[in-house]
């Protein structure tokens, strides 16, 4: 049984954004304090990426553990209320994450995932590992 009603449900899961969340302004801040311009939400690449490095060609994804299903992690867990819906709804979460994935590394994109958790307990770590990605891949397109 929920702890609240489904008014205050209903109000609060509406509160919860897809953009310019928490995570995804630590790592645009860290990239830019790092002399690394990007774009936001790219409509026109599959998966409309958090973040996008056309000049690297490198798209970045800051994916929520809950509502992406960060496997093995605590945060993704699954509402005791009406599991079957939470269930259809994660997995159509996590195909569309998959076919998005697929298809930029099909046009030769590079494709980065930060998860939330990573955030919280080894952020020097995770984005260090993000420097590192975008350098690689910066020398391997022919940049720096």
Known sequence: ???????????????????????EMIVRRFLHANGYRF????RDLPGSPDIVLPRFKTCIFVHGCFWHRHEGCRYATIPRTRPDFWQAKFSANVER??????????????VVTIWECELRTALGRTLDRLLETIRQHGAVIGRS
């Open 1 to 23: 049984m929920d702890i609240v009603d489904s008014v205050t449900r209903s109000r609060m899961m509406a509160g919860i954004k897809g953009r310019n969340t928490q995570p």
């Open 97 to 110: 994450d998959a076919r998005a994935r697929t298809a930029l590394a099909a046009v030769g994109w590079n």
């Open 39 to 42: 774009r936001l939400h790219r």
